[in-house]
Each structure stands twice: as C-alpha cells, then as structure tokens.
C-alpha cells in the first residue's frame, strides 16, 4: 500500500521550488510515498499592489487559505517561508512538522542595469531610490544609506527583478506611482531559488542588517494529530534549523510583533551553544535596540525568551506599538 501525501504551496518560483524540493528529499527518505503538490494563488500573491496589513498581514496574505486547507482535511501539509508565517499568534491544531537545511539567510542588493556599486555607495544612496515592501530592511537601509529613498516595492522574487530591469513604476498601496528603482533588497535564498543569484551586486552581513527571523529557513506545517504526515516529515527535518526556528520565533511571540513591526532575529549554533541576536528599530532607522544573548542549544525557546524580555527592558514595546495598525 503507497502512503500519499498532499502538499499546499503558493504557485511562485520560488514557492514551487522550494516545495519541489520537499518532495524530492521526501521520495528518498520515503520511496513509498507518492507526494502530490496543490499550487495556491493566495489574496498576498493576486494583489501585489495594496500594503499587505490590508489582508491581515503576511499571514493573512500568503499563509492563511493553505493553511485552512490543512485543518479542513484538503491537504495533509503546508509549504511556508518561515518568516512569512506569524510568531505572535497561536496555531491551533497545526505544527511545524520539518524545516530543511537553513538556506542564507542574509539581504541582498540587486541593482539595475548600468548602475554600480560604487556610485550608490559613495553617493550615500542620495539620489537614488531602492525598492522593498519589508519595513525592516527599510530601517536597516535607512541606517546604511541615510540619503536613500526607500519605495514601496512588491511581488515575487522573478517579477521584481523583471520590473527592476524594466523601470516599471509601482503602483501605491493609496493610489499614484512611486519609482522606477534603481536597487532592490532581496533575501540572497530567493534569489538563488529563482535563479538569480548572479544579479547580486551586494551581501549585508547580519551585522550590517540583521535578518527576519526565520530568513531562509522552509517550515512544513501539519495537522498536530495527523501522526502519518507527521512521521514522514520528521524524516526530513533538520534539528539545526529546528532549534533556530523555535529561538526565532520565540522572541516574535515575547514581543508580539507584527507584520509591519521593524523586528529582527538570528540564531546560529556552534557545538551545543547557540548565539541569538535580535533587534528592533523605528521606520526610520533612528533608533536601534539589539539584544545579544548565548545558551545551551537545546533549549531554544528559553534563549528566545530571554532575549524578547531583554528587548522589552530596553524599551522594544514603544516602537513597535508606533507601527502597529490602527
């Protein structure tokens, strides 16, 4: 008797890459499973105009139809980007059944024909006008480049290159046009996942931009009593990105973050010691808090406690109150 297993996905490159890439590691962990890959083209994907807290969020957006899949018994599990699944919130009845081997987690910058590294970097970014949707990455481009303009900039990792390359002005969430830009920040493992590495002008170190937490990390999510998918999924996950996802996503939960909040975090492990940094900044880049803290690194969600505490001592609730919703 052949096991199946029904996986839910967003239709993007990316997304069906990496969700591909599940598949294949599953038929060799798993010869006997037959994987099937249901392509969703969720509210996030179909309106890459509006500012994504119109549809609830990241959650809202990309993660919320797959996962009601999920809990109606549609779809045995769930593709997600780590970082596009929210921290603050409770999932009842689903779990984190894998996560692979953490790609990069680091930003990129992407530039457009004809411009070079060296004009945007001694220009101090005056002049020019760099694209992302991500209001962390502003903040962190705003600390680099005090001179840039930060532009709303959305889409998929391809179809922002394209409209990059093309000088296509965006569309604002309000009405009117903004752009065409001159650079994009872009997270280096979607890059590569589409093929594009090779337009990478530039890597911010975590220092210098420290990620989303969760950057570069792909989570499968399942129903928590579903013990069959469970099973197999475990077969491929990596205990390294596991331990990181939970210190990551433990200090979203502490600070109870939102998808417009200027929140970062990094865990890295090194022996049985994990190292997790997180921050939180205002919009525009002026002030910084960063907690650094080290632990044991099976007791992941302790760390990521302890550190989403630190950065509410030093006063991480007021900016991101000032950039939550109304």
Known sequence: ????????????????????????????????????????????????????????????????????????????????????????????????????????????????????????????GKGFKIGTNAVRRAAYLRRLFPEIEVIHFRGAADTRVRKLDNREMQRLPGGGEVGPADALIMARSGLERVGLANRIARDFSPQEMLPAAGQGIVAVECAANDWVTRRYLAMIDDPAAHLACDAEREVLWVLNGHCNSP????????????????????????????????????????????????????????????????
Request: glycine residues 10%.
């Open 263 to 326: 929140i970062a975090g990094y865990a890295m492990i090194n022996g049985g010691e994990m190292c997790l940094t997180a921050s939180v900044l205002d919009e525009a880049g002026e002030r910084f808090i960063e907690v650094t803290r080290m632990g044991p690194a099976d007791r992941p969600r302790e760390l990521g406690r302890a550190v989403g505490l630190d950065l509410l001592d030093k006063g991480a609730a007021e900016l991101i109150e000032k950039t939550r919703p109304l």
């Open 1 to 124: 008797m052949t096991d199946q297993m029904r996986i839910g996905t967003r239709k993007s490159t990316m997304a069906m890459a990496q969700t591909e890439e599940i598949a294949r590691r599953l038929n060799v962990a798993a010869p006997e499973l037959a994987v099937e890959i249901v392509k969703f083209d969720p509210v996030g994907d179909r309106d890459q105009t509006s500012n994504l807290l119109r549809h609830g969020g990241k959650g809202g957006a990309f993660v919320g139809e797959i996962r009601d899949a999920v809990r109606a018994g549609k779809l045995h599990a769930a593709m997600h980007s780590l970082k596009d699944m929210p921290g603050n919130e409770d999932t009842p009845g689903l779990v984190i059944g894998a996560t692979l081997v953490r790609d990069p987690p680091t930003d990129s910058l992407v530039l457009r024909p004809g411009l070079s590294l060296d004009e945007l970097t001694r220009s101090r």
